[in-house]
């Protein structure tokens, strides 16, 4: 049953993202409501009025800005190539926007995008729920803690084994479709280490296609100089049949390794909601270890809490306090992943021209 005062949501899109992160996340923070979906698929369409049957089902975008009025937040979970367009309309609607990540394939759609919505005074953040997974959080906690010292060195993994192409324009598309894994999972990995360890001076990348069939790039390495002087180096592939760990830092005081991977979404993906039994709860076998040598010690993860972002969504709409996550850090991925893109066509270390994206008038 709906609460009065609930923000009500429509949500382009409802393939993975829309269906097993943003339309379980939404349902679950209690100040938001899905209240429309777009899907111009017959069958999604269908699986929407099973999971959501208070929503609305719309077949094309035009019927839920038609209604804008009734709506008090846009979520922009369709192919990366549309974001932003639909972004841009929602903005033009008046209506504040979340979107998936990638903001946009390149940065200066990005700006252009971020301009509008100052232009209309509304707010605009995008999906980067694994700042909110446990191991990202454990990490954190580390690292405020001081316990590794002056860290000189991040590693980072998000690896597949997928040996097989799906049939899909993340492997098929180009640049243009933000498609590939630099702009898939590398977006994830590069906002983690920019958000850990702060603003990049250099990049070197090495992107390669290796699986037959396979336009976009599907094994690519990137390794960042930041303005502190941590290097973080970062890797995402699909033909990975043995994945090394998640995260290995390395500090003059001691390290941090930890195996294995944020449980929510198989919890998301299998039907599982914030609140359940264990939500977020990675097990014993994974735990990260900290310290040096012999002397290092397991340690217990902090429970994932992707509930975090639409919380953090309702709260910027209700109070105005800021983002969770500010578009200005998705723009600065956006020039990063560019210039890696670079870096590998030309075989060059390269810098990124993230100063280019202005902060917001205070």
Known sequence: MDSPGQLRVGLLGYGLAG???????????????????????????????????DARVYARAEQLFERADELDLVVVATPNSSHAELASRAIEAGLPVVVDKPLTPSLEQARELIARARERGVLLTVFQNRRWDSDMLTLGGVLEAGELGGVHRFESRFERWVPTPKDSWRDSGGPEDAAGVLYDLGSHLIDQAT???????????????????????????????HSNGVI????????????????????????????????QEAALRAGGLPGDPGWGVESAETRAVVGVGSEARSLPSEPGRYQDFYAGVASALESGTAAPVAVEDAARGLAIIEAARRSARNRSVETPVDHLVSAPNS
């Open 232 to 263: 973080s180096h970062l890797w995402t592939g699909k033909l990975v049949a043995q994945y090394g760990p998640r995260f290995r830092v390395l500090g003059d005081r001691g390290a941090f390794t930890k195996y294995g991977t944020d449980p």
């Open 195 to 225: 958000y850990l360890f702060g603003g990049v001076e250099s990049v070197y990348a090495e992107m390669k296609t290796l699986r037959s069939g396979v336009a976009a790039d599907d094994d690519t390495f990137v390794a960042l100089e």
């Open 19 to 53: 269906a097993a992160f943003h339309a379980p996340l939404i349902e679950a923070e209690p100040r938001t409501r899905l209240e429309a979906v777009v899907t111009g698929s017959a069958q999604r369409a269908e699986q929407v009025r099973q999971d959501h049957p």
